[in-house]
């Protein structure tokens, strides 16, 4: 069965605070990385990561598609703010 078209239910975790939130299981971290920085009102030109809750030392690709993390419905991703950026 193709999971191509399915979306995945994801908490970010930043400094902003949780948003709960579905997404395309397709989509590519650094897109997500922008929807989650469009979100919290980071500026948009600072340095960013998304992480697993579960495994914090090991940034996640952003090249790669959430789905090829097999992550499960609720699971918890941090992002990180690499210092650059100011909110807005």
């Known amino acids: 069965m193709s999971q191509d078209n399915?979306?995945?239910s994801l908490i970010i975790k930043s400094t902003q605070g949780?948003?709960?939130s579905s997404f395309s299981q397709t989509l590519?971290?650094?897109e997500l990385i922008n929807e989650v920085r469009e979100h919290f009102g980071f500026?948009?030109?600072?340095?960013y990561e998304l992480r697993l809750e579960s495994d914090p030392n090991n940034t996640l690709d952003p090249v790669r598609p959430i789905v090829s993390f097999q992550l499960k419905d609720g699971d918890s991703l941090i992002f990180t703010d690499?210092?650059?950026a100011?909110?807005?």
Do not use: E, H, T
């Open 6 to 8: 399915k979306n995945i």
């Open 18 to 20: 949780d948003w709960s």
């Open 28 to 30: 590519k971290i650094q």
């Open 86 to 88: 100011v909110c807005l």
């Open 43 to 47: 500026a948009s030109d600072g340095s």
């Open 82 to 84: 690499l210092g650059i």
